[in-house]
């Protein structure tokens, strides 16, 4: 049987100032802080999950805020653009938004047809909103300042940017099951097989991956618009190394739907001789990492347990969440964190 990836689980990034870093996601862009945790590698340090209410996957961005980190440089090898799927007509709200909050953001772009809005976050990060072709029909987080007019899906999209895009996308088609839609100069649309018509996506299961091929489909027929779906591959072979450090993203986790599943991957990967870390438990998701040939750290997340799994639905993000591990660590812990008003 064949699986494929359905889109992204979660993207995350790297940050200077915890403060300044919840108050433009939560009150500039309207997401809702779904986890306030550790990193469970380095629990001096907060991670931050926003997402829309539950924290569904394809919606979720978290950051690991290093108070006075020197700023990356996005480049090659890296995941450079975060696409956000936004309504119809909502651009001009966003536009006047960003300026009121002195955002760096650029003019108005048309990319495979659709509209998009770039602009750095406080640390630098790019991000785009994007209004898909197609309505995404996923139920967005409001706020007193972003309505539902307005709001945020979840992802759209997530752009890598590579020295060569052939070996990335021979995971993306032949791992992952994402398929070459289009191509606008030296940039590659890959949709996930899984998201371009779920109706065949499930009837075509028995037939055998046809996606090695590199060339783009000649018909232009519209993008699939299927929630996080998307990762476009731009080519720079000119193109410097990134280098992670603030306002850069650090890695992108691909959903899987359970760990069986996910170790199915597991194999895959190891038999094109590439290394892939054993199974983590992340309390929220089970993951697993590889470094793809094109340098970017990918991760293969589960959709299970989720966030509910410590706190309700309507507190999550409301208090400081600790893995097993540093429970009788806490007082420590939440001295050592900086202090976050929310
Ligand atoms: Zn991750």
């Known amino acids: 049987m064949k699986n494929t990836i359905a889109g992204i689980h979660h993207i995350t990034a790297i940050a200077g100032n915890a403060q300044r ?83 760096q953001q650029s003019p108005l772009i048309q ?57 990335t996308a021979a995971i993306l088609t032949d791992v992952f099951g994402y398929e070459l839609k289009e191509q606008e100069g030296d940039r590659y649309r890959f949709v ?52 992670n450090g603030g306002g850069t993203n650090h890695h992108v986790a691909f959903r899987v739907p359970n760990e069986e599943i996910q170790m199915e991957f597991r194999e895959k990967i190891l038999s094109r001789g590439l290394h892939i870390t054993p199974k983590i438990n992340r309390d929220y998701f089970y993951s697993l990492y590889f470094r793809e040939p094109g340098g970017v750290l990918f991760e293969l997340a589960t959709d299970n347990p989720g966030f509910t799994v410590d706190e309700p639905l309507n507190q999550l993000g409301t208090h400081l969440q600790l893995p097993e591990q540093y429970q009788s660590s806490r007082e420590k812990i939440e001295k050592s964190l900086p202090a976050l008003n929310v």
């Open 21 to 103: 870093n919840y108050d433009f996601y939560t009150k500039v862009l309207g997401l809702r802080l779904v986890k306030r945790t550790v990193n469970f590698d380095d629990p001096g340090t907060y991670h931050f999950y926003y997402g829309n209410e539950k924290g569904a996957p394809g919606t979720i961005l978290t950051f690991f805020p290093w108070e006075g980190i020197v700023g990356g440089r996005p480049g090659t090898g890296m995941a450079t653009e975060i696409g956000y799927s936004v309504p119809k007509d909502s651009l001009e709200f966003w536009v006047q938004r960003l300026k009121q909050h002195n955002v």
């Open 111 to 167: 990319r495979f047809g659709e509209t998009v809005l770039p602009f750095q976050d406080p640390d630098g990060l790019n991000i785009d909103l994007i209004v898909p072709q197609q309505p995404d029909t996923r139920q967005p987080w409001v706020t007193p300042g972003v309505n539902a007019d307005a709001a945020t899906k979840g992802f759209h999209s997530v752009t890598l940017t590579l020295k060569s895009i052939k070996p």
């Open 192 to 243: 996930s097989a899984a998201a371009v018509s779920p109706s065949t996506a499930s009837s075509s299961t028995a037939s055998p991956s046809t996606a090695s091929s590199a060339t783009a489909s000649s018909s232009s027929a519209s993008s699939a618009s299927a929630p996080a779906s998307i990762v476009d591959l731009v080519e720079a072979p000119q193109g410097t190394r990134g280098l």
